[in-house]
């Protein structure tokens, strides 16, 4: 099996958020190597917050993982790409060490341009975030609703239950797809995502089908 060194970071704000805890990471970790033949040989922990173009500096773990890697010379994954940063500049910066840097979320066949595509599509959406935020929060004051935690957890909440719907109905919509697929006789979800993408058929995001991603399209 390939050796692999894992890579964990939550902030102390982001520590009991759903899909982003230690936990949570590791079994998606975990679950990566064992369906891309891969072998977890070290595991770095960070609790520290991404922002900040000093961040590589207040996260030690990073770089011991980089060090741990180059003397391996084996890839640093990572459960999601915002696990590493949703910043351009710092994800180039990580490029110069000559590292493979691989995403569970997105599979092992990414490569470092579309890494940075991601990246920067990433920062993109949080500036509009941001932005839709504040806009609908001034827009809400304007109205004379009261705002305060109450609301926002209420907002998050209702985001999080249509995110979530929008996800089941996708891979409603796939199901069929992968049913015919295994009728032809494809039986690993490697082989799967390689008729799903033969076939055209996107991804509820777009893009194309990997291991894990049909793997969580079928836990629906």
Do not use: C
Not at 6 to 35: C, D, H, M, N, P
Not at 187 to 210: E, F, K, M, Y
Request: charged share 25%; proline share 4%; hydrophobic share 45%.
């Amino acid at each position: 099996m390939k050796p692999m060194v894992a890579y964990v970071r939550v902030s102390t704000s982001q520590q009991g958020r759903s899909g982003l805890g230690i936990e949570a990471q590791r079994q998606a970790l975990a679950k990566f190597a064992a369906t891309e033949g891969f072998e977890i040989v070290a595991e770095f922990t960070e609790v520290e917050t991404g922002k900040g173009s000093d961040a590589l500096d207040r996260r030690p773990q990073l770089a011991a993982a980089l060090a741990k890697a180059r003397s391996l010379r084996s890839p640093i994954a990572v459960a999601k790409l915002d696990r590493l940063s949703r910043d351009v500049h710092f994800i180039s910066g990580l490029m110069v060490h000559r590292v493979l840097f691989v995403v569970a979320e997105l599979g092992a066949d990414v490569d470092p341009f579309v890494l940075h595509l991601f990246a920067a599509l990433a920062e993109k959406e949080r500036a509009l975030i941001s932005s839709r935020t504040k806009s609908a929060l001034a827009a809400a004051k304007a109205r004379g609703v009261a705002l305060g935690n109450p609301n926002i957890n209420a907002a998050r909440s209702q985001a999080v239950k249509a995110l979530k719907a929008e996800a089941d109905r996708a891979a409603g919509n796939v199901a069929p797809i992968i049913a015919d697929i295994r009728r032809t006789g494809a039986t690993t979800l490697r082989q799967i995502a390689d008729a799903l993408n033969s076939r055209g058929v996107p991804t509820p995001r777009g893009g194309r089908w990997h291991a894990m991603s049909v793997r969580n399209a079928l836990a629906r």
